[in-house]
Structures are given as structure tokens and as C-alpha cells.
């Protein structure tokens, strides 16, 4: 059992940056597929990103591209997002997120943090 622990949201101006962070309180991640989603009020959960064990693969949803970046460190069960040029429209709550190598699925979530992206 995995147990993943967001931190770093927050309320921040149009053009700002933030830097999300996804720890693990209880398992290890270092074989897993790594996401970041996200659910704004209103509209369903969207990923992100994600990025494979290895690091030599990722995913960007097209309206990121370019301004986040998502990175692990496996020794410290780590991932991040670092998010520059942030719009009022990425305002959501993020989830972090594990997916087993064997699972189609992320199996594990964390609680969520708030982004507010004020205009």
C-alpha cells in the first residue's frame, strides 16, 4: 500500500509559478508511473503529466506544454511539478497519482492541493 502526500499549492498571480510536490508517507514509488492531475470545479479530473520510472519518458497535456515540468526523484520517493506561467484556467485542485507497472490503472491518490491562479 502506497501513500502519497501533496504539498505546495496555493494562491498565486496570473504569470506566477508554483512548485507541487508528491511525497510518500507510507510504500515506495520508485517502479511506478508517476501522474499529476488535476479537477477544476465543475469539470472532470484531467492528467497532467506523467512521467515513467526510468525518467526517460513523459506525457504533457497540451495546454501545459512548455510551462510545467514534471520530474521524480526515486531515492527520496519523490515527484514534482513545477509550473511557471500559470493562467486563472489552472486553477484546480492537483492530485498526485501511482500506477503500478502491472496495473492499467493509478492506483493510489493523494488528498489534493489547491491551486489558485488569481487574474
Known amino acids: 500500500q502506497v501513500q502519497l502526500v501533496e504539498s505546495g499549492g496555493g494562491l498565486v498571480q496570473a504569470g506566477g509559478s508554483l512548485r507541487l510536490s508528491c511525497g510518500v508517507s507510507r510504500g515506495t514509488i520508485s517502479t511506478y508511473i508517476m501522474g499529476w492531475f488535476r479537477q477544476a470545479p465543475g469539470k472532470q479530473r484531467e492528467i497532467v503529466a506523467a512521467?515513467?520510472?526510468?525518467?526517460?519518458?513523459?506525457y504533457y497535456l497540451d495546454s501545459v506544454k512548455g510551462r510545467f515540468t514534471i520530474s521524480r526523484d526515486n531515492a527520496k520517493s519523490a515527484v514534482y511539478l513545477q509550473m511557471h506561467s500559470l493562467k486563472p484556467e489552472d486553477t484546480a485542485v492537483y492530485y498526485c497519482a501511482a500506477k503500478p507497472i502491472t496495473s492499467t490503472n493509478y492506483d493510489y491518490w493523494g488528498q489534493g492541493t489547491q491551486v489558485t491562479v488569481s487574474s
Open positions: 512521467i515513467n520510472w526510468r525518467m526517460d519518458s513523459s
